[in-house]
């Protein structure tokens, strides 16, 4: 189960990395975590402009990098499509959408996710591994939608 941080201990975990807490930095983590899914920054930037009006896309962009090296979001974007970030950083895979592209996170049985170890090779630097189910979700398999 994913269980997003509160600002108090995202603040903590900011300041313990050197980077300074500020309102765009808890803010486009609130809007990302909250949604429990995978957004990209132009979804992000549509719901932190709830609160925050004059953020512009480069901020929230800026903003996603950061976390990302902080480790409390990653990316999860599925090969050629678009950037997105997941607040969920514990191993799992993930359902895809073809159609809409939607994002749903399954669990990974492999809780420490040793089934995503690579293969040794020569002088290729893995830094991540990840396993997507493409297909059609509900929606997009329901023939009144289908336009
Ligand atoms: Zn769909
Ligand atoms: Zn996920």
Redesign the pocket.
Same mark, same amino acid.
């Given at each position: 189960m994913f269980t997003m941080l509160t600002a108090a201990e995202l603040s903590a975990r900011l300041r313990s990395e050197g980077y300074r807490v500020t309102s765009q930095r808890l803010g486009v983590y609130e809007a990302l975590a909250s949604s429990g899914a995978h957004l990209t920054p132009e979804r992000v930037l549509e719901r932190v402009r709830e609160q925050h009006p004059s953020m512009s896309l480069n901020t929230v962009y800026e903003v996603l990098e950061t976390l990302t090296r902080l480790g409390v979001i990653r990316r999860a974007d599925v090969s050629a499509g678009p950037r997105r970030y997941d607040a969920n950083v514990a191993p799992h895979h993930h359902l895809v !959408?073809r159609? !809409?592209g939607?994002q749903e996170d399954v669990p990974c049985d492999d809780v420490d996710g040793s089934c995503l170890q690579p293969p040794a090779s020569d002088g290729f630097e893995v830094e991540e591994a990840q396993v997507a189910f493409l297909g059609? !979700?509900s929606? !997009?398999r329901d023939p009144a939608t289908l336009r």
């Open positions: !959408c159609s !809409c939607m059609l !979700c929606d !997009c």
